[in-house]
């Protein structure tokens, strides 16, 4: 069996956050936990099966749509840090790690995505 599906999702998470006022490179925010839910989940793409002794199990979908995704969870949970630099003026920059474990299943293995994302927040702080 051979596939080449793209999955998509709408998903939402929740934040909670922590503002520690006493470190050295400014007052940085930390959050701490996450949780998430995918609102609507969806495959597309080709998929096929072949066998040499069983010519029955012999067929091919090129164009293949599944809705939900069995890929991904309905519900995910995990752990989020964000480093926020607010000593700046105009650009504010923060750094976040996410990490997702069982955030959803492939072939048997179980997906534990680890994130890194630059935010950038332009403005004036008061």
């Known amino acids: 069996m051979s596939s080449d599906l793209k999955h998509h999702t709408i998903s939402g998470y929740l934040k909670l956050t922590h503002k520690i006022e006493k470190i050295d490179i400014g007052p940085p925010v930390l959050y701490y936990d996450l949780a998430g839910v995918h609102f609507f989940t969806w495959e597309k793409g080709s998929t096929s099966s072949h066998s040499m002794f069983y010519p029955e199990a012999n067929w091919e979908k ?17 752990l989020l840090v964000n480093i926020e630099f607010t000593n ?36 004036k702080h008061k």
Request: aromatic share 14%; proline share 9%.
């Open 88 to 123: 700046t003026k105009l650009i504010t920059p923060s750094f976040e790690v996410r990490f997702l474990p069982y955030y959803g299943e492939y072939k048997g293995n179980t997906l534990n995505p680890l994130e890194l994302a630059i935010n950038l927040s332009f403005g």
């Open 62 to 78: 090129p164009n293949h749509k599944e809705s939900p995704s069995h890929l991904l969870k309905k519900m995910y949970t995990g």
